[in-house]
């Protein structure tokens, strides 16, 4: 059972921090004072009374967009995950089930494209394909399910070796049986921590590519887009960009410390139920 | 009270705790870290020159009490209280600096697992006379032909050159013994030996014990001989502390312990190994034959079985017997089909068995069932007793519902453990309770036979016994047959009808029980039969010298 | 050096030109063979069809790929790495300079990160729990989450145009003073530290704390060894492969940090470069330059291979 009092601070730090990023960005629209793309204002006013954060460097609300940004943002990433971890924990989990050519090919291929560093070989992708979120998504999903393949086989391989599994195929179980009730159950807390990880790297991807200026294209902003929007403020003093990116930040460091909170206490259990 | 010098210290006294109390802390899952206690007030002493057997089950703070010597506690441990008088002092008020000086110095160390004690990046002999350097005990080159000395003692092979090779080069019992020389060789007054033969094959068991009690004895060293087998402490101490969960059981004379216990629990360490069974005569024809069967690992690179044939008679026992690496476990995955061989058959019941699993029908796979060492790894951890007890009843004989969940209920009675075990996990049994349940999953299937990979060689002498125990009543109501896999001729002889024993992937002698047990021997028996400790007093001299008489005549 | 050991790395330097060449066929398929068309990309939606053909066959697009790749390959292997769409000019003369000022910048990065990250590590392990280990793994945390220009504006912000000590861009020159030229780099080199140092302090960490949890610690201890002798003698030569690994893997990540931290403060460096000609599709110079980072991390991944098996003992002294 999961009892309240026993969250460490962090974790509840972290919880209300990430609830608080998704309530924005479900319910956008209706808590943004202003439009995404109405300009309120005067380029770069302060913070004030009227604008909580200031206006950005077109004189729209940049609490406004904040708002907005936090959407596509999280949007994008949670896709990007979503993406990722389906196909990685799938191929993974049949490579080590299936072995053979099938895990020794998957695996070779996956050794490749980990060779090249995400980001480059991100970048030199994207100079050919057409700019929209769709590719987006499917670029970042794709490259990150090689961390992901490579998670869920070696955790797969793991459990495989165990004499339950192999308990399990002396009395004759069929291949469903032996992925769904004997390793999945034992694979899922290493694979839940996991995806706390994965949706953080899809938002630090998201947020460089866009900083780049090959991510989300305006008029739409994501916060890394907003970053760079704003990042010509900087030399004048105007930390109008700065915000943003803390944004990405605490984001980063809420999702973190679930992630944290949930793998150390499923590693504490040993299976079985959390107070044994 | 320890601001005057004890009086008790006589000259002759070397080591004399007192009322120790050691705590760890623990951190639960969950809950805040509390503090155990892991000994219980236990006073000892020891007289120079001599040596004292610490025996007891794991958790019974043995290797706490021993490294307590050295004011030493492994993993957060903390001597909390009384006194730890060494040589005249009390080494617990002695300081960082003052336990440093005697730890290599006046006592020595020698780890269970000589191999991972070695620092593989230095040569054997560095680390041997690093002590003797470190306290001045000798100069280099002294302490060098001091160590040689020692590895001939020991009777280590090329003991001038052994000492300019790395760990890894050098085998188990070798190192183990090398391990004994770096003990030695600073000239301490006291050693402590954890279970030094522990991680041994019984053959090389022998040897490195009579090494060790030779060196014992020429160098008049003292010593505290930590073990869980009190038929290898029979041979080496002078004096026996029995241990249970932290606290002091009894103390004597080690023919008092081994001939009059005067506990109960000690009576019941020291006949551990009598189990009534009687040999069944081998009628009838076998149920599962093993004909001239060969494996290979690797697709054929490496042969581990060799035209093995063995027979098992329905209701009886066979049991394999061998040490590291002689096949035994590899004919049970031969006969289950994991490991396919490239030779010979597997009959059942008259039929040629599939030689992959893959290819077995689910009526095969259901005679044939298995149960492992490990028993916690052989559950899913994440299943209740109840369902991994309930799968087979569901998989093979389609039993579901409340008839299913009767006869889970029935099957834990018949392992002696109540219908409240079926909703908990593994991670909450005990060691021994785990294996019954994976016993219970074996015959919730109703087989005829029973693989028993080392069923009870991870579990403490007196679960061990009563898992023996289970196993043959379960056999006399079933009417099951098992194949006993094994490295101990102890159970070998409590619990066999017929036996085979392997060497190198062969079967190297195989009959009845009491044929394979009778003289004449073939060497290889011979050696295996004589290497197993007995407890009695003098058996490891009566073992070497048979040895070395045998040797001769050959 | 013994024979077997020759022969690892002879296989893991063999493993890593088979792997540059497979890395050379993904860049190459991963620009030409995707459903972008390259020529519709250089010229646009509103592109003529004539002047597409024109395009294709000046870029030699009529070509079977692989005749394309091997032609291309060539060209790699000589050093020839074509010329630009965009301007015109050579890849090879325009990339030298600029690959000289990343592995100033990274090198300089590299420098500062690798001792401090050891340093920090040996600390978290002596104060392992204490307070010490916690506020380093706090900071492990926050540097992990924090993207790279966050980091990098902020140091712009305060170390920049609040308090004015070093400059928000940097510019550097052939025939700069070396002086000035580290000058310029201070706050990039900065960046490009904190964003490797808490990774590697963790993993710098995590190797030390196994060796030192292991039992030859535990019986140099009993031989009444002091704590410094014991890290010196004992725990320094196992702990040298594992320490030098995560150097080398963290050496890798930093190159690739190079590309946002460049932007950030308008180095004119290889990742700039890339960034530049991504966003005008000039896919000769991206083939070019992702060649060159992935032959760049592949050569650190293989170092760090070469170290792990130079510094084992069991393969140093074979049976």
Redesign the interface.
């Known amino acids: 059972m999961l009892d309240l009092k026993r969250i460490p601070v962090g974790a509840w730090l972290g919880l209300i921090l990430t609830g608080l990023f998704l309530i924005c960005a479900v319910f956008a629209p209706w808590i943004a004072p202003h439009g995404n793309g109405e300009i309120v204002g005067d380029v770069w006013e302060p913070m004030s009374a009227a604008h909580w954060l200031g206006t950005d460097n077109l004189g729209r609300d940049l609490l406004s967009r904040m708002i907005y940004g936090a959407r596509i943002t999280i949007l994008i990433a949670v896709l990007a995950t979503a993406l990722s971890f389906s196909l990685g924990a799938i191929l993974g989990f049949t490579a080590a089930a299936v072995g053979g050519w099938f895990d020794t090919l998957m695996s070779r291929f996956v050794d490749l494209l980990m060779s090249i560093p995400t980001l480059i070989f991100g970048l030199v992708v994207l100079s050919v394909l057409p700019t929209n979120t769709l590719t987006l998504i499917l670029v970042m999903g794709i490259l990150d399910s090689t961390r992901v393949y490579r998670l869920s086989r070696a955790v797969a391989v793991d459990i495989n070796v165990m004499d339950y599994v192999e308990a399990a195929k002396l009395r004759g179980e069929g291949m469903r049986w032996i992925i769904f009730r004997e390793i999945l159950p034992n694979a899922l807390s290493p694979l839940i921590a996991e995806l706390g990880v994965r949706f953080i790297f899809a938002v630090l991807f998201l947020s460089a590519l866009s900083f780049l200026g090959l991510g989300v294209q305006p008029p739409d902003s994501d916060w890394g887009g907003m970053v760079k929007e704003n990042k010509d403020g900087i030399v004048f003093g105007i930390p109008a960009a700065l915000i943003p990116a803390a944004a990405i930040a605490v984001l980063a460091i809420s999702v973190n410390l679930v992630a944290d909170w949930v793998l150390n206490r499923t590693t504490d259990l040993k299976g079985g139920r959390g107070n044994g | 009270m320890a601001k005057t010098a004890p009086q008790s210290a006589t000259p002759e006294t070397l080591l004399d705790i007192r009322n120790l109390r050691i705590e760890a802390t623990v951190y639960p899952p969950g809950e805040a870290p509390k503090a155990v206690t892991l000994v219980h007030d236990v006073s000892l002493s020891l007289k120079r020159g001599k040596v004292l057997g610490l025996i007891g089950e794991s958790g019974a703070g043995k290797s706490t009490i021993g490294l307590s010597s050295m004011a030493y506690g492994r993993g957060g441990v903390r001597i909390t209280g009384g006194e730890i008088m060494l040589n005249g002092h009390d080494i617990l008020k002695a300081g960082a600096g003052g336990i440093r000086k005697l730890r290599g110095r006046e006592v020595c160390y020698v780890a269970q697992s000589a191999a991972a004690a070695f620092n593989p990046a230095h040569k054997l002999m560095d680390q041997v006379v690093e002590a003797s350097l470190l306290h001045g005990v000798a100069t280099r080159a002294e302490a060098e032909k001091r160590a040689k000395a020692l590895f001939k003692k020991l009777s280590l092979p090329n003991p001038d050159t052994i000492g300019e090779r790395y760990p890894h080069q050098v085998s188990g019992g070798q190192l183990q013994r090398v391990m004994t020389a770096m003990a030695l060789c600073s000239e301490p007054d006291l050693i402590v030996f954890d279970e030094p033969t522990t991680a041994l094959d019984v053959t090389t068991q022998i040897d490195v014990l009579a090494a060790i009690k030779d060196a014992i004895r020429d160098t008049g060293v003292a010593a505290l001989y930590i073990t869980h087998d009190l038929a290898v402490v029979a041979q080496v101490s002078d004096e026996i502390m029995v241990l249970r969960h932290g606290r002091l059981v009894e103390w004597g004379g080690t023919r008092q312990i081994i001939k009059e216990p005067r506990q109960e629990y000690t009576n019941a360490l020291v006949s551990v190994h009598e189990i009534e069974h009687h040999e069944q005569k081998a009628e009838g024809a076998p149920f599962l034959s093993v004909k001239n069967v060969t494996a290979a690992y690797g697709g054929g690179a490496v042969k581990v079985l060799k035209n093995v044939s063995v027979d098992i008679l329905p209701g009886q026992t066979l049991a394999v017997v061998g040490e590291s690496g002689s096949g035994k476990s590899t004919l049970a995955r031969a006969i289950t089909g994991l490991l396919p061989p490239q030779e010979g058959s597997v009959t059942f019941d008259g039929r040629p068995l599939a030689n992959r699993l893959a290819d077995r029908p689910k009526e095969d796979l259901r005679q044939l069932q298995m149960i492992y060492q490990m028993a916690d790894v052989a559950m899913n951890p994440r299943q209740t007793v109840g369902t991994i007890i309930g799968r087979p009843l569901e998989f093979y004989f389609g039993i579901r519902g409340a008839e299913r969940d009767r006869r889970v209920t029935q099957l834990l009675d018949e392992i002696e453990m109540g219908k409240g075990f079926a909703d908990r996990y593994p991670a909450e049994l005990s060691g021994g309770q785990k294996q019954r349940v994976c016993i219970a999953r074996a015959l919730a299937a109703k087989p005829k036979l029973i693989i028993c990979d080392e069923v009870t060689s991870a579990l403490d002498p007196l679960v061990a016994h009563g898992i023996l125990k289970l196993l043959l009543n379960l056999q006399q109501a079933e009417k099951v047959a098992y194949l006993f896999i094994t490295h101990d001729l102890a159970t070998v002889r409590s619990i066999a009808d017929s036996i085979a024993v392997m060497y190198r992937g062969e079967v190297v002698r195989y009959g009845s029980k009491s044929k394979v047990l009778t003289p004449p021997f073939d060497a290889y028996t011979d050696l295996l039969l004589s290497s197993v400790p007995e407890m009695e007093i003098g058996w490891l001299e009566k073992a070497i010298a048979g040895r070395r008489m045998e040797s001769a005549g050959n | 050096m013994s024979v077997p050991i020759l022969k690892l790395i002879a296989q893991r330097i063999a493993l890593g030109i088979v792997?540059l060449f497979?890395?050379s066929i993904?860049?190459f398929v991963?620009?030409?063979i995707?459903?972008?068309?390259?020529a519709q990309?250089i010229l646009g939606q509103a592109a003529t069809p004539q002047a597409l053909a024109n395009l294709r066959e000046q870029l030699g697009l009529n070509d079977p790929a692989y005749v394309r790749y091997f032609h291309w390959l060539g060209g790699v292997l000589t050093g020839n790495l074509g010329t630009a769409l965009t301007s015109g000019q050579d890849i090879a003369s325009s990339i030298w300079p600029r690959l000289k000022n990343t592995l100033f910048l990274a090198g300089c990065a590299a420098v500062v990160a690798v001792p401090l990250a050891i340093l920090l590590g040996l600390i978290a392990v002596r104060y392992r729990n204490g307070p010490v280990d916690r506020l380093i793994s706090a900071f492990a945390?926050?540097s992990?989450?924090?993207?790279?220009?966050?980091i990098g504006?902020?140091l712009?912000?305060f170390f920049?145009?609040?308090w004015q000590v070093f400059p928000?861009?940097s510019t550097v020159f052939d025939g700069m003073p070396f002086l000035q030229r580290l000058e310029a780099v201070v706050l990039p080199a900065t960046a490009l530290t904190l964003v490797v140092l808490a990774h590697m302090m963790r993993m710098t960490r995590a190797a030390i704390l196994n060796v030192m949890q292991?039992?030859?610690i535990?019986?140099?201890?009993?031989?009444?060894?002091?704590p410094l002798a014991i890290i010196r003698?004992?725990a320094f030569?196992?702990a040298i492969a594992p320490v030098v690994n995560v150097v080398m893997l963290n050496l890798?990540y930093l190159?690739?940090g190079v590309?946002?931290i460049e932007?950030?403060f308008v180095y004119p460096g290889m990742g700039q470069y890339?960034?530049d000609?991504?966003?005008k599709?000039?896919?000769p110079v991206?083939?070019a330059v992702?060649l060159i980072?992935?032959a760049v991390?592949?050569t650190l991944?293989i170092i760090a291979d070469i170290a792990a098996i130079l510094a084992n003992?069991?393969l140093r002294?074979p049976?």
């Open positions: 792997l497979a890395v993904l860049i991963g620009t030409q995707l459903p972008g068309d390259v990309s945390l926050a992990t989450s924090f993207p790279e220009f966050f504006y902020l712009v912000y920049a145009v609040k928000a861009i292991s039992a030859y535990e019986t140099a201890e009993l031989k009444g060894l002091a003698k004992h030569p196992n890798a190159v690739v590309v946002v932007v950030i890339l960034v000609h991504v966003a599709r000039d896919v991206v083939q992702g980072f992935a991390y592949i991944n003992p069991r002294h049976k």
